[in-house]
């Protein structure tokens, strides 16, 4: 499957780190190798989308605290973030909402985008129906994308594949 680029979701010491506050144990460790396999061989931009709130931002209420913009957290492994090309913040979970992705895909006449990284339910799924409610054609890397919950993550591949026209390649 041919992508313009590759939107990195949530790269960030929160989930990936043994110290970050939402850390997902050993499936962190396994996709950091996954991730840092699959972004040494893609040679086209690469687009890291981090997490950034701020303490007690409401809209994640319903989840313990991370990403937050000024701690240890918010910040890319550095065994990942040599690989990014650039990186954007956002606020929600779609990496479209309020942030400068758009113009960045259009400044670099992408029509194809793949999809790896953090939290399959969140993240890749709200990102993957925003590019593709904007015609985009998206790709969803399934060995490079993970969720905290395997109930979650199982769903979300599903309804990305069977009703959202996102193609999902096994690497």
Avoid: W
């Amino acid at each position: 499957m041919i992508m313009d680029v590759i939107l990195v979701m949530n790269p960030q010491n929160s989930f990936l780190s043994d110290t970050g506050s939402v850390y997902m144990g050993a499936k962190a460790e396994t996709l950091k190798l996954r991730l840092q396999d699959y972004l040494s061989s893609f040679h086209k931009v690469k687009i890291f989308c981090r997490e950034s709130h701020a303490p007690g931002d409401s809209y994640f209420s319903g989840d313990k605290t991370h990403s937050v913009a000024t701690t240890e957290d918010f910040l890319v492994p550095d065994s990942l973030k040599k690989y990014a090309n650039y990186f954007i913040d956002k606020t929600r979970f779609s990496g479209l909402f309020d942030t400068l992705l758009e113009a960045t895909l259009k400044q670099n006449s992408v029509r194809s985008v793949g999809l790896i990284g953090v939290e399959t339910h969140t993240s890749i799924l709200f990102t993957a129906g925003d590019l593709r409610n904007r015609g985009y054609e998206v790709t969803v890397v399934e060995p490079c994308v993970m969720a905290r919950d395997d109930y979650f993550h199982a769903f979300s591949i599903s309804l990305m594949n069977h009703y959202m026209g996102v193609k999902i390649s096994n690497g």
